[in-house]
């Protein structure tokens, strides 16, 4: 009765006088089985699946703002998995695979559209590269399409394919790709999770930890009084060094902004998301018919939430060389986030560092589309104390003993968030 067609239509006669609110506003208890620092799509996702595939209930999520109002509610929404590498793909498939059942699991509307991406050939050299990457992508079950020109040409003909400077030669297409509205995903998470138990708890800081003699974490002090827990995970994304700095923990692990950018809405022109394999620029449409589009992180480290101009130019300049078109129209908005970037490029699943603690970080700029696998994976790996097979490779020690993975142009490199 409460999300049924019936109850749609008398809140919206009424001005939604009988609408209940979509998870409780828990207040925080003296104790939980598992803290969750940080409630944006991972650490939410991560609290829905301990509920639900390990029966791990007495959980909280911690969030200092409202939930989704980090990097969550600020990224571009495009979720993939062209992914080259054996330590990723596995994993980011496993994410398709959630997202193309996400609504009927959460019963939620998450307006997953699969409209493809298509990552566009500038030379040969880079027509080589994404040959062996869509090849890898279908050995790991991915579905991926090598396009010539003008087969891009017939999908997207407002590309600039005259410009001699960065001729498009073809594509590399995923056309399981596609984007979600990003708060709706917050919250299809945040109602799953608190339908089975979970306490959200916004406008809750965590600003320090409680240790036991030999060092391990037991519980957190926050702005709204310390609460103890037998685990305390960590996805603060954006925050993770500011966080860690707390347990006086150093991170390979580097802050970035990184912008966006919508325009002025206008007809459907962009059937799906396409990326600019020689510059700073990725675009797609949204819904209501902006065109939402983004580059490069800007050049310094920050946690500024807001970007800066010569990015913003560098982002333009990226646009106007393969869609000359975007110059007609007007741009009412442009916001920015807080990368937590690792020096491969690639994500940290940890138990540990300390006893007590579990570390989910390094996103990079890539991490919407890990949402649903992130929280799987993490779940797994707090109730049963072992890393989910998917993540083995997403170790912290691979910075000491060099097994990195090193995902080229899919995870440092700019282009294809
Ligand atoms: P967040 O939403 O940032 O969650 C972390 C939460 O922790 C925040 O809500 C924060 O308030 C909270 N927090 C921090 N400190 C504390 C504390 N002390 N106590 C309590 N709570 C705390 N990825 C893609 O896959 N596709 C894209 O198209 C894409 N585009 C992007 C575009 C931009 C402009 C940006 C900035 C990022 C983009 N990303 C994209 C990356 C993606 O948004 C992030 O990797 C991902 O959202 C990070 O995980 P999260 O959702 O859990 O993070």
């Not at 979720?79 to 080259?84: D, Q």
């Not at 800081?205 to 002090?221: H, M, N, P, S, W």
């Not at 206008?266 to 018919?289: E, N």
């Amino acid at each position: 009765m409460r999300y049924s067609l019936f109850n749609v239509i008398v809140n919206g006669l009424t001005g939604n006088r009988f609408a209940e609110p979509a998870w409780r506003d828990a207040a925080p208890k003296p104790a939980y089985d598992v803290i969750i620092v940080g409630g944006g799509g991972h650490g939410l996702a991560t609290a829905f699946y301990l509920a639900k595939n390990h029966g791990v209930r007495n959980v909280a999520v911690l969030e200092k703002g409202w939930i989704g109002s980090g990097n969550a509610g600020r990224n571009t929404t495009i979720f993939r998995s062209n992914y080259l590498l054996p330590g990723n793909e596995p994993f980011y498939e496993w994410s398709m695979k959630l997202w193309e059942g996400l609504e009927q699991e959460l019963n939620y509307n998450v307006m997953a559209s699969q409209r493809g991406i298509v990552n566009l050939i500038h030379s040969d050299g880079q027509r080589d590269a994404y040959v062996r990457r869509g090849n890898a992508m279908r050995l790991a079950g991915a579905d991926a399409e090598l396009l010539d020109r003008d087969q891009v040409r017939a999908l997207a003909p407002f590309l600039d394919f005259e410009n001699s400077r960065f001729p498009i030669k073809g594509g590399l297409l995923q056309a399981r790709a596609g984007t979600a509205r990003h708060d709706a995903v917050v919250w299809g998470y945040a109602r799953g999770a608190d339908q089975l138990g979970v306490d959200i708890i916004q406008n809750c800081e965590v600003t320090g930890f409680q240790r036991d003699a030999e060092g391990g974490v037991i519980g957190v002090e926050t702005t709204r009084g310390a609460i103890r827990a037998k685990k305390i995970a960590l996805a603060v994304a954006g925050s993770t060094s500011r966080v860690a700095d707390k347990l006086g923990l150093r991170l390979p692990i580097e802050s970035l902004v990184l912008q966006a950018f919508v325009s002025e809405g206008i007809k459907p022109l962009v059937p799906g998301v396409i990326t600019f394999g020689a510059g700073h620029f990725y675009i797609s449409q949204s819904d209501k018919g902006g065109l939402v589009f983004g580059g490069d992180l800007d050049g310094y480290n920050s946690y500024a939430q807001r970007g800066n101009l010569p990015v913003i130019e560098d982002v333009l300049e990226g646009g106007m060389a393969v869609m000359p078109t975007l110059g007609r129209l007007r741009l009412p908005r442009q916001w920015a986030g807080l990368c937590d970037m690792t020096m491969d490029g690639s994500p940290i699943f940890e138990i540990g560092p300390l006893p007590g603690l579990y570390l989910n970080a390094g996103w990079n700029y890539g991490g919407f589309k890990a949402t649903p696998a992130s929280g799987w994976c993490f779940a797994h790996m707090i109730a049963r104390d072992e890393p989910h097979p998917l993540t083995a490779a997403m170790r912290l020690d691979r910075f000491r003993t060099g097994h990195l993975i090193d995902e080229k142009g899919v995870g440092a490199q700019p282009n294809l968030h």
